[in-house]
């Protein structure tokens, strides 16, 4: 969705690209093994490090573990290297790892006496674990392990380093009970499960997950899914960290509840629904007030929520040029849709916006200032349709903490691009698929895209119906409940730079998706009779149109079975 009319300055090409992975060599660390470096999580500031140029320092955010981090910043001379040397014993092997995020990071070892090492990352745009193994030589008593970033790119961040290997006489930081785990949230439920996830803690070697104050299990890492729980059931969940020193007290609790069946949040929702996003803006389409809003609409997203100064927060401020005399007037128009049965939302992003949850305190703000904006307009929810890159982990968090506060009838819908929706192992589409308890529908937009794969994995070219339906199905087969998945489309050639579709070519591809009919060359193996239904960009180049788009669709989708 964008401001004015949207134009991609080039249709994104479809590419088999395996993402980068690194894995921890299995070697088991024997009874003397410890991680030599010193000061390894930076909670000592730059103690034990050195970094060249004055190019690094130590933040609060991003962390991976503890309060403090890395942040390394290249010039167009410098990589920003922060470097430490560590004792090490001769003929001995060491497994070198750290936690990094950002572009073109590197992580390395010199002065083995054998083979020097690196390993390093394209992109990361959250927390990513390099690893590497090293041997050193039969007079090697020092190695400088190193990390850095590359000339002229964005910062880099790393934590939790670990030189994993003998004691080489000089020790490494005392073993001392871990800290209490932060960060704690609960992801996906499902009638019997609930998937939970935690801030890792630096010196934890795991962690114990409490459900109403009897452990229930034991995990390695900062993450969990409980299972054998009832339907439709509210639980307390705590963690504690663990070490060979002790275990740390349990974090702050958590609440989740099991769900019933099928998807999540949208009570006032009906079961196919239509969603138009409706412009705060005049970028050349009719003028609309809500009250102009066709009624074959369920859903109105109001484009857009703006981003401030802080963090993840967002505000909400009505352009005169849509001609409302008052804020009263506004929300007046919006309670009387809720009246006659439609949810009213608020949109987060579009082209423009650049909202940003990437941490704790991004994540709180943004639920916070959603949850004051429902408030003060009487929104029934938000849209997320964030087209510049998202945060899973921190998003995940945002949005579960604004449910907790709204309650059950909050109104949550997506809107992603098509590229965000080719893999699971997307940060848009892990998203949906964390808060599938809460999630509404995802209306993916079908349009100024290019090709892309179908879930076939053949390619189709959008403005056809195959493209639609073998898109869709990427969702509907990955994990998402077929409630929760909408084809999202222009409303009018003007509405988009490419990928208008006739209204009878949408109906052709729910007929598709929900009955087996109207299809094209692609046919799914299934049928998926609760698709939630479709949704446009935007009410109002519809109506520039003279609504020839709600007036076919609207029928059809209040009409699937």
């Given at each position: 969705m964008d401001r004015a009319r949207r134009w991609i300055k080039g249709a994104l090409a479809v590419t088999a690209a395996a993402a980068l992975g690194v894995t921890a060599l299995a070697t088991t660390a024997q ?19 050195t970094c060249s140029a004055g190019t690094g320092s130590v933040v609060g955010s991003p962390v991976h573990g503890g309060a403090k981090a890395l942040k390394g910043t290249p010039t167009a001379q410098d990589t ?361 529908v995802v209306n993916m937009q079908y349009y100024n895209s290019g090709s892309m794969l179908g879930c076939d994995g053949k390619v189709y070219s959008q403005g056809s119906v195959d493209f639609l339906t073998a ?91």
């Open positions: 009874a003397a093994d410890i991680n030599v470096a010193k000061n390894a999580g930076f909670e000592s500031d730059l103690s034990n490090w920003a290297q922060c470097s430490q040397a560590v004792a090490v014993k001769p003929n001995s092997t060491y497994t070198l790892s750290s936690w990094v995020q950002g572009s073109y990071v590197y992580l390395g070892a010199s002065g083995t006496g054998t083979t020097d090492v690196s390993t390093w990352t394209p992109s990361s745009s959250g927390w990513q674990q390099l690893s590497t193994t090293f041997t050193t030589g039969a007079n090697t008593t020092s190695v400088t392990v190193y990390t850095h970033g590359w000339y002229g790119q964005s910062a880099y961040y790393a934590d939790d380093v670990s030189v994993l290997g003998p004691d080489g006489g000089g020790g490494g930081d005392p073993v001392v009970i871990p800290a209490v785990p932060a960060g704690l949230a609960a992801g996906t439920a499902t009638s019997s499960s609930v998937d939970l996830s935690w801030n890792p803690v630096p010196g934890a070697t795991g962690y114990n997950v409490y459900r109403d104050g009897s452990k229930v299990a034991s995990v390695s890492g900062a993450s969990a899914t409980v299972t054998g729980l009832a339907a439709a059931t509210s639980y307390s969940f705590q963690v504690s960290a663990t070490n060979s020193a002790g275990e740390s007290a349990k974090s702050a609790a958590v609440t989740a509840r099991t769900a019933t069946s099928g998807g999540g949040g949208g009570g006032t929702v009906p079961k196919h629904a239509v969603t138009g996003y409706w412009q705060n803006f005049n970028n050349g389409a009719t003028v609309q007030k809500l009250r102009d809003v066709p009624s074959q609409y369920d859903i109105i997203a109001v484009s857009f929520a703006d981003a401030t100064s802080t963090p993840g927060q967002i505000s909400f401020t009505l352009d005169p040029a849509v001609g409302y005399a008052s804020a009263a007037d506004f929300k007046a128009d919006i309670a009387a849709k809720q009246a006659a049965g439609k949810s009213v939302i608020l949109s987060v992003g579009g082209e423009k916006g650049s909202v940003s949850v990437n941490s704790d305190a991004s994540a709180t703000a943004f639920a916070d200032s959603a949850y004051s904006l429902m408030q003060q307009y009487g929104f029934d929810g938000i849209d997320i349709d964030l087209e510049n890159g998202l945060n899973s982990t921190y998003m995940s968090k945002a949005l579960h903490q604004l449910s907790a506060k709204a309650g059950a009838k909050l109104v949550l819908t997506m809107a992603p691009q098509t590229i965000d929706m080719q893999s699971t192992s997307g940060e848009y589409f892990k998203t949906a698929l964390n808060v599938k308890d809460i999630l509404t898109l869709a199905c990427i969702q509907l087969e990955g994990g998402l409940d077929p409630s929760q998945v909408g084809l999202g489309v222009p409303a009018s050639t003007r509405g988009a730079g490419s990928g208008y579709v006739d209204p009878s070519v949408v109906n052709n591809a729910l007929d598709c998706l929900t009955r087996g009919t109207g299809c094209g060359s692609f046919k799914p193996a299934r049928t998926y009779p609760g698709l939630r239904g479709a949704m446009t960009w935007s009410t109002n180049w519809d109506a520039t149109a003279g609504n020839a788009w709600s007036n076919s669709v609207g029928p059809k989708v209040h009409s699937l079975p």
